[in-house]
């Protein structure tokens, strides 16, 4: 039975959108005309559908400061600390709220004069601001959002292979003076490693297909469109099924081939702290 329903709403599903890119399909005729490797030849022959990866740039850089900071938390988290758990709860929420709700929250707490603008203010520093009006700031602040959401997965993945270290390995170590630098370094460092590995997929896979946060609150305007976005726009916007769906195929590809590289890089061992 998960076998089945893998292939029904995976494998299918992808073999499904590998044909639409070879067709010129708009997606409600019936009709789809084969065209071969046309959508792909006009894909990379505009160079300006692959300009907007460089707003994947932004989410890339706030990848390393989210897991940066997920794993500083995870590691102090670890340790007896008073009301860790109510850190650990702080931490994982924003998670578990729905990204359409996040979008909005955000929207306005950006907007001329809105939310931010209004503690801005209480410190001194007055006047409005179009956080979302220019594409620097505007990417910067959808790129923090997004530290703001994921970090409390992050979080959790680390906080679970800290965790997993036996209890009488901080203990003999604590017997032997190790400070918390040097148990960070000779034990939970090790013991990540795999996760981490995970995170850094993770993250650079989320930062090329990048879509919900920018599509919400922006909707790809001041210069915010993804590469995903823009697929999307192209399907249903432009009726261009055939061509989206050879976006997505090279997207799914480039992920595939940094996944590998990144693997071929940095394999997987074996850790064993006993």
């Known amino acids: ?16 959108m590998i044909y639409y890119s070879f067709t010129d399909w708009d997606g409600v005729s019936p009709e ?5 490797t046309d959508n792909y030849e006009q894909l990379f022959t505009r160079p300006q559908l692959f300009r907007v990866f460089a707003v994947s740039l932004y989410y890339l850089a706030a990848s390393v400061v989210q897991i ?19 850190f650990k709860g ?5 998670y578990l709220i729905n990204g359409v709700a996040i979008g909005f929250v955000f929207l306005y707490f950006f907007q001329d004069g809105g939310t931010l603008d209004a503690i801005l203010s209480l ?30 997965l992050n979080f959790v993945l680390f906080l679970g292979a800290i965790q997993s270290v036996p209890g009488e390995l901080y203990e003999a170590a604590q017997l032997d003076g190790a400070s918390r630098r040097q148990q960070f370094r000779h034990l939970i460092a090790p013991s990540i490693r795999p996760v981490l590995s995970l995170s850094v997929i993770l993250a650079i ?5 990048v879509f919900e946060i920018p599509y919400i609150m922006t909707g790809g305007a001041t210069g915010t469109q993804t590469f995903v976005i823009q697929t999307v726009k192209l399907a249903f916007q432009f009726n261009k099924t055939g061509l989206a769906s050879a976006c ?27």
């Open 1 to 16: 039975m998960p076998l089945a329903l893998l292939i029904t709403f995976t494998y299918v599903p992808v073999g499904n």
């Open 32 to 36: 789809r005309s084969f065209v071969g």
């Open 68 to 86: 940066a900071a997920a794993l500083y938390f995870a590691t102090v988290l670890s340790f007896d600390l008073r009301l860790r758990n109510l």
């Open 90 to 94: 702080i931490l994982f929420f924003p």
């Open 123 to 152: 410190v001194g520093v007055g006047g409005d601001h179009a956080w979302l009006g220019d594409p620097q700031s505007a990417n910067t602040a959808l790129a923090g959002v997004s530290v703001w959401r994921f970090t409390g």
């Open 205 to 209: 896979s989320g930062s090329l297909s």
């Open 248 to 274: 997505a195929v090279v997207l799914l590809l480039i992920i595939l081939l940094i996944t590998w590289v990144q693997r071929r890089l940095v394999p997987d061992e074996k850790v064993d702290l006993v």
